[in-house]
């Protein structure tokens, strides 16, 4: 097959038909042709050296030219020349200078047009892949419509227009079949570049899809009068959804729910009858969750921000309610709020409490030598330790009924006194096991949390300096997207993660492991840097 002057411009409409059919750019096709024209002449002419082809975007003429470089010192012969032999193509030759020899028309074979074809296909089947991936790359986390191509093995393959998207059936709504032919809408769930070409990720079952769906149909929302804060859902079963207005005048439960519930009907359609609660958002965390709970009531909240976790009171009859049928309730309102949540009724708090003011009572009892109804009316009052009655002020033990200062002074002394004795044990028991005087002379610890150190081997200051502030402190680490507890050496003793810190710096300062000096200096820094945010920020402002 050669390339003759009758089919130079057929060549050109080749081109631009793949290109239309393809929707990808002639150029791209053209050069793909050029490439393989150039690897089908390699194979007559040898495939080391450098043939290339130019079809001229005009009159669709094919030019082969054999190129070679100009080098001080040859390698190849068949890609390299020096500038002496050069001066036979070129007048002054330098290094580094092309030299093209125009190579006359072939005629290519048939095993050279095949393996032609297969480059001109390779190159246009990349650049079909390309623009797929530049063009929903950047669509990620929007609603598409397609039409069902096929499904294979429960996974719906979707026609998008200008490629296919995967819907795999674990992101398919229960109990939804889709055949043949029928429209779908998704949403975009990921985009990635693979071996095989770009592949589009949908899903059905993404909070996101429902909040895109919302967004269609509440004009506030696309507005951003209306946003939406939070999605919590059991795909095909029940979802929850914080809203918060910018606006007093628009209600934004009142705004998503529509005419007789006309725009949250058109989501739930869609979701095949997945019923959703609307809720207002609050940025009081306690007060969201009370209204996510609903329709459940609460009567009290406890909220832990380091634990993330909030303990829950209900009256004992709305216990079922809170829950919901298989947990699905207070599940959807810990999806939501972001905090793990712990149901109890009001009975089973009532026990706790009265568990704990029997606990108390008895300490006080057993240590300070005090009678049952002394005992309780401290822990009435609010104490639970013996450090909070021994060094209190003695004005509030004298609020308490009854208590005279003579009392109030025995009290304190019997508490100290006691506290006294545990602390030699402490400091006896931390001797067995170890504990060097340099951690014993380190202020800041006190005698029972050299006993929990040394339980965890930290034994000397060396030790105490090594350690990281949530191995004091504790804290929580995220395994798999669920959040777990680690515990620390001196958590129970109520110790903070910016106390733990300050020992430790104070700790590796004493022994001479870091400079004070330094410490300085980072904090000048540091206030440098926000005094700077804060002008940056100011004159942005004016």
């Known amino acids: 097959m050669s390339i003759t002057s009758a089919n130079r411009l057929e060549l ?177 769930r990921e985009v990635r570049e693979e071996v095989r070409g770009p592949q589009i990720f949908l899903s059905r079952t993404a909070p996101e899809f429902m909040a895109e769906l919302f967004k269609m149909e509440v004009p506030e929302i696309y507005d951003g009068i209306i946003e939406i804060k939070a999605v919590a859902r059991d795909p095909g079963s029940r979802a929850k959804i914080g809203v918060i207005s910018y606006d007093n005048s628009i209600d934004p439960v009142g705004a998503c729910v529509g005419m007789r519930g006309s725009r949250v009907q058109a989501v739930v359609n869609e979701l095949q009858g997945e019923k959703i609660d609307i809720i207002p958002w609050n940025d009081d965390a306690p007060t969201f969750l009370v209204n996510a709970l609903q329709p459940a009531e609460v009567t009290k909240v406890v909220l832990d921000e380091d634990a993330e976790r909030i303990e829950v009171v209900v009256p004992d009859e709305q216990l079922s309610l809170a829950i919901g049928r298989r947990g699905q309730n207070v599940r959807l309102a810990s999806q939501l709020t972001g905090f793990d949540i712990d149901i109890m009724t009001e009975a089973e708090e009532s026990a706790r409490r009265q568990a704990e003011f029997a606990e108390r009572s008895q300490l006080f009892m057993e240590t300070m030598n005090v009678d049952e109804v002394v005992a309780q009316l401290l822990v009435s009052e609010g104490f639970a330790t013996l450090e909070e009655v021994a060094y209190v002020d003695t004005d509030e033990l004298l609020l308490i009924d009854g208590f005279d200062e003579t009392t109030a002074e025995e009290l304190q002394a019997r508490a100290r006194e006691c506290l006294e004795e545990i602390h030699a044990k402490a400091i006896a028991k931390a001797r067995e096991m170890g504990v060097e005087d340099s951690l014993f002379n380190f202020e800041g610890l006190a005698p029972e949390m050299f006993v929990a150190l040394a339980e965890d081997g930290v034994k000397t200051l060396d030790d105490f300096a090594t350690c990281a502030d949530w191995e004091l402190a504790g804290g929580y680490t995220t395994v798999d997207g669920e959040r777990v507890k680690d515990n620390g050496s001196l958590e129970k003793f109520d110790m903070s993660l910016e106390e733990a810190q300050n020992l430790i710096m104070t700790a590796r300062i004493q022994l001479g492991w870091v400079d004070p000096a330094d410490l300085v200096t980072e904090e000048d820094e540091e206030d440098g840097d926000k005094e700077g945010e804060e002008a940056t920020t100011a004159e942005a402002e004016v």
Not at 84 to 89: E, G, I, K, Q, T
Request: net charge negative; proline share 2%; no cysteine.
């Open 12 to 188: 050109l409409q080749i081109a631009d038909a793949v290109a239309r059919e393809k929707m990808i750019e002639t150029g791209l096709v053209i050069e793909a042709m050029e490439e393989s024209m150039a690897k089908a002449a390699k194979s007559r002419y040898g495939a080391e050296l450098d043939i290339r082809a130019h079809i001229d975007r005009k009159s669709g003429e094919l030019t082969m030219t054999r190129v070679r470089f100009v080098v001080d010192e040859v390698e190849n012969h068949s890609i390299e020349m020096t500038v002496a032999d050069a001066r036979a193509h070129l007048d002054n030759p330098e290094v580094g200078d092309l030299i093209e020899d125009i190579l006359p028309p072939m005629d290519f074979g048939r095993i050279a047009a095949q393996s032609a074809k297969q480059v001109i296909l390779q190159k246009v089947r990349e650049a079909e892949r390309a623009r797929q991936f530049a063009e929903f790359k950047d669509r990620v986390g929007e609603i598409i419509n397609g039409v069902v191509k096929r499904v294979e093995y429960g996974n719906v393959i979707v026609d998008v227009g200008r490629g296919e998207a995967v819907l795999r059936r674990d992101q398919l709504v229960n109990r939804e079949g889709f055949r043949t032919g029928e429209r779908v809408r998704a949403y975009i």
